[in-house]
Structure formats: structure tokens, C-alpha cells
């Protein structure tokens, strides 16, 4: 009899997760109603991104930053990358580029650098060529020189079939680069992860399209000011859309795979392609064997 009251709660509880991930979705009397609210449910909701913990740079036993490269041609990526056509999806359906894109548009997104040691700030105006690349065609060319008197005076305006606009989207995106910082906390006695920046690797806009483009770190967010925003972007869950993933939980809890390319070292924390020259699988062993170093620390600090 206990067992099936037990059941019956633990479905119950299943069941209001449910019905309450898609919210308003069997209530709504038109699509506008479609994912919102009610007051109520916002005030019982406390939906915001858990708050990471105070660490005192005493606690810190041990320390490491890595550079990792995100492959979104892996399968387990694929959540950072789709949808890159939101034509036909919802608008609460959008690739993390997208996410970031929108929001430095409109201002919520203010700390952008051009590099990972955030050095120097930047601000859509400043990345705007990046994104879009406008040019004449070389039919509109032929256009101009016949016209030239007439398009010099201000009598013609080029028409805009002759003009060819490049727009970078969420399709041309080769990856993300993250830096993140391994520490071991002596006060928990245990190994832990911080993200501290990421960055959408993709070719400039006037070269979108080009599979032989060579690609560029196109900006560098800092992670922590931004979780909110992404914690509010959701990634679409396939075992089960109804609990789709926040963006934050799932960069948060490394739910993506990685590969390290580079380390903090005495080197001016060179590349591991610049001392594994022309060879990828040695490449990929040094990024294995510098996670095992990591690991192999919080295992030997259990050992005597």
C-alpha cells in the first residue's frame, strides 16, 4: 500500500513537471498565449540560473585555464547549434548564436572583447562589417561604367538586383571556442569547472558560403554576467521536448563535447598546434593527456 502511495505522488509530481514545462500550451485560446504565465505562476516559479558559490582564493589548492574548441558537426553539439532556419520554428526556438547575436544588438549583452584575455571591448558597431558584407555584382559594375554620368549625378540609383548582400547567420558557424578554469577546492575536497568566456568561431560575412574560407574568433563574451539571458534561451531537449534545457544548464554542466587546444603555460600559453605541428593525432593525444594531468590531481590528493 505504501509503495503505491509513493507511485501515485511521484507521477503526480512527473505529471505537473510536465503539463507545467509547456506552459499555457493546452490553455491558450490563440498562439499569442502560447508559453505565457499566469501572475501566479511567475511569482511561484523562482526560475532563475542557480548562483554559483563564493570561492576564496585561499580555497583554490589548484588552478588551470584551458581553451577548448566545441565542434558543432558532432552530434552531442547539435542542441548549441540548431535551428539555423527559424522561419519555420517557434519563436522560443533559437541556436545559441542567435541568442548572443540579438542580445548585443539590443544592448543586453555589453561585455564583448576582441580577444580571450579580454583586453579590448567591443561593441556591435565595431563588428558590424563582420556580420554583413555589401557589393556590387559584376553585372551592376558593367551597369555603372555605361552610366556613369547618370548614376554620378544622382539621376539613377543603382537597382538592387545588382547588389550582393551577405548576411552571417547561425548556418555558417564552425564552432565555439570557451576558455574555463579547472580549480580544486580544499574546502570541498573536490575538482570544479568555472566557464569563463565563449566565442562563435565562423568565416567573415563576405566570405559565408566559401567551404575553404578561413574562419575567425568573431567575439569573446564573458559567461557569468550573461547566464540570466541564457537561462532564458532554451535548447531543445530530443528525449523529451516538453523539458526543453536552459543554455546556461547546459554549458554549465558540460553537456557538449570538447577538445582542449590550448593551455595556460609558460610559454605565453602558446597553441598546442604550434609545438604539434602538422599532425592531428598528436594533437588530440596532447589535449588528452593535459585533461588526465588535470584529473590525476584531485585523484592524487586522495592517495598517501
Request: aromatic share 14%.
Amino acid at each position: 500500500m505504501k509503495i503505491r502511495n509513493i507511485l501515485s505522488v511521484a507521477f503526480v509530481v512527473a505529471w505537473s513537471t510536465f503539463t507545467f514545462a509547456q506552459s499555457n500550451l493546452l490553455n491558450a485560446k490563440t498562439p499569442e498565449e502560447i508559453g505565457k504565465k499566469t501572475p501566479a505562476q511567475l511569482i511561484s516559479d523562482n526560475d532563475k540560473p542557480l548562483p554559483y558559490g563564493y570561492v576564496h582564493d585561499r580555497d583554490v589548492l589548484m588552478g588551470k585555464t584551458i581553451w577548448e574548441f566545441i565542434d558543432i558537426d558532432e552530434r552531442i553539439n547539435f542542441p548549441l547549434y540548431y535551428p539555423i532556419d527559424t522561419a519555420f520554428v517557434g519563436k522560443e526556438r533559437r541556436s545559441l548564436f542567435d541568442v548572443l547575436v540579438k542580445n548585443i544588438k539590443s544592448g543586453k549583452i555589453t561585455e564583448v572583447y576582441a580577444d580571450d584575455y579580454f583586453n579590448t571591448k567591443r561593441t556591435f558597431k565595431d563588428m558590424e562589417s563582420s556580420f554583413t558584407y555589401i557589393d556590387t555584382t559584376n553585372v551592376g559594375k558593367d551597369e555603372i561604367n555605361n552610366y556613369f554620368d547618370d548614376y554620378k549625378s544622382g539621376r539613377k540609383v543603382l537597382d538592387k538586383q545588382f547588389i550582393n548582400k551577405k548576411e552571417l547567420d547561425a548556418s555558417y558557424i564552425s564552432g565555439y571556442k570557451i576558455k574555463g578554469f579547472w580549480y580544486f577546492d580544499k574546502r570541498q575536497g573536490e575538482l570544479k569547472y568555472r566557464l569563463l568566456a565563449l566565442c562563435p568561431v565562423t568565416p567573415e560575412a563576405r566570405d559565408a558560403g566559401n567551404d575553404k574560407a578561413d574562419v575567425i574568433d568573431l567575439f569573446w563574451v564573458y559567461f557569468p554576467p550573461i547566464r540570466d539571458i541564457l537561462h532564458e534561451a532554451k535548447a531543445f531537449n530530443d528525449k523529451n521536448s516538453a523539458m526543453p534545457i536552459t543554455f546556461d544548464h547546459l554549458l554549465n554542466s558540460r553537456r557538449f563535447n570538447a577538445e582542449i587546444y590550448k593551455e595556460e603555460n609558460v610559454y605565453g600559453d602558446r597553441q598546442i598546434e604550434q609545438y604539434m605541428k602538422d599532425n592531428a593525432q598528436s594533437q588530440l593525444l596532447e589535449s588528452e593527456r593535459i585533461k588526465e594531468k588535470i584529473r590525476d590531481f584531485e585523484s592524487d590528493m586522495w592517495n598517501y
